[in-house]
């Protein structure tokens, strides 16, 4: 579900600080979406963020809100797989609409994420609520696949 910026390395900070600057403010965007969840609702809902940063800063930063734990496909985050998820409910980390439109039949902008200090490829997200996959995420997995 991620997409690459092309030609942009490097951002305000140097990048062992800028891939960690912003993270509370997502942690923060992604359990306000939760919480205006039903019960039933967060009883199936999964987060899905796009980059490995992102869904480390979530699983750190995510308990003390009471967030469940966050999968991705960047990187090793693939290898552990959609865990318990089936993906009709999934809140979305991610730049693209249109990328997400393509996976879900039902998608809803809950939040915008900036971070002035962020790297290029995370300064710019958002919080999406996602319903209706076009097709169960397990059978999805094997092409979200992101190694880059």
């Not at 305000?12 to 509370?24: D, E, S, T, Y």
């Not at 393509?102 to 290029?120: H, K």
Request: aromatic share 12%; net charge neutral.
């Amino acid at each position: 579900m991620r997409s690459d910026v092309a030609g942009e390395t490097s951002g305000k900070l140097p990048p062992q600080f800028g891939f960690q600057f912003g993270w509370r403010e997502l942690t923060d965007a992604v359990a306000q979406t939760y919480a205006g969840l039903s019960p039933d609702e967060k009883a199936e809902a999964g987060i899905f963020a796009e980059t490995f940063g992102e869904a480390a800063a979530l699983n750190f930063f995510g308990p003390n809100r009471g967030l469940p734990r966050a999968i991705g496909t960047h990187n090793n985050y693939w290898l552990w797989g959609p865990q318990r998820y089936s993906g009709d409910l999934m809140i979305v980390v991610s730049d693209s609409e249109e990328r997400l439109r393509r996976r879900f039949g039902n998608v809803v902008l809950s939040r915008r994420i900036e971070c002035e200090y962020c790297m290029p490829v995370v300064r710019s997200k958002s919080v999406f609520v996602c319903r209706e996959p076009r097709q169960p995420l397990p059978a999805m997995w094997p092409e979200l696949k992101d190694y880059s």
